[in-house]
């Protein structure tokens, strides 16, 4: 079984600075593509940004020139690189992974959550 596990969320004034980890462990065969979706209290879960298998990398449109997702290269690491943040960017954050088992089907993963909250 593959877990993930978000650490580096907390409380931070806006124009700070924060990075999310998150790590995959257990009997990993492949991860191709991972994520980062957060979710505010009252709305839906969104995509931030994605590393996709073969190296590209996808934001939402609020957090393009602000955030920054990165990965090892062998997927079982990502992390999100969050600079001058807005008060509008406070959310539980959610690590999202595609993991194909070696057994014909891929299963999606999430992590646990870290909340990130930015004071006015």
């Known amino acids: 079984q593959v877990q993930l596990v978000e650490s580096g969320g907390g409380l931070v004034q806006a124009g700070g600075s924060l990075r999310l980890s998150c790590a995959a462990s257990g009997n990993i065969f492949s991860i191709n593509s991972m994520r980062w979706y957060r979710q505010a209290p009252g709305k839906q879960r969104e995509l931030v940004a994605a590393?996709?298998?073969?190296?590209?990398?996808n934001y939402v449109d609020s957090v393009k020139g602000r955030f920054t997702i990165s990965s090892d290269n062998a997927k079982t690491r990502v992390y999100l690189q969050m600079n001058s943040l807005k008060p509008e960017d406070t959310a539980v954050y959610y690590c999202?992974?595609?993991?194909?088992?070696?057994?014909?089907?891929?299963?999606?993963?999430w992590g646990q959550g870290t909340q990130v909250t930015v004071s006015s």
């Open positions: 999202n992974a595609d993991h194909y088992t070696g057994r014909g089907y891929t299963e999606i993963l």
């Open positions: 590393a996709i298998s073969g190296g590209s990398t």
